[in-house]
């Protein structure tokens, strides 16, 4: 049941992905990390609620955390995003890219975490 679950959240996440990741392409252009980054900072968020909230029953977890979270986001993107921009020699880009990236979207799940606790 676990596996299904994860399944059904993966078919959430991973086209809105896909989506973000073409609306960042058609405002930036192509190479734009904006849709990688903004899928990791929405899903770090998510996943802090989620978590925060102590209540939150395994299927949920399971779905929504592993599921849609795990596909929303994508370490793999990001880790190729900062390889290519210090191969093009913007590494003052990649360094921003990665601050940005740990800081907003730590900051994300903190704030989420500690507003799924409040309630």
Same mark, same amino acid.
């Given at each position: 049941m676990t596996a299904l679950l994860i399944v059904l959240g993966a078919a959430a996440g991973a086209p809105l992905r896909l989506v973000a990741e073409r609306v960042a392409t058609r405002?930036?252009?192509? #190479?734009?990390?904006? #849709?990688?980054l903004v899928v990791n900072v929405a899903g770090a968020l998510v996943l802090g609620l989620l978590l925060g909230a102590n209540s939150a029953p395994g299927w949920l977890v399971a779905l929504v955390g592993?599921?849609?979270? +795990?596909?929303l986001t994508t370490f793999s993107a990001f880790g190729a995003d900062v390889v290519r921009l210090v191969e093009a020699r913007a590494v003052g880009r990649a360094l921003a890219y990665l601050a940005a990236t740990l800081v907003? #979207?730590? #900051? *994300? *799940? *903190? @704030? +989420?975490?500690?507003? @799924? @606790?409040?309630?």
């Open positions: 405002r930036r252009g192509r #190479g734009s990390v904006l #849709g990688t592993t599921g849609f979270c +795990g596909t907003l #979207g730590l #900051g *994300a *799940a *903190a @704030a +989420g975490y500690v507003l @799924a @606790a409040d309630f």
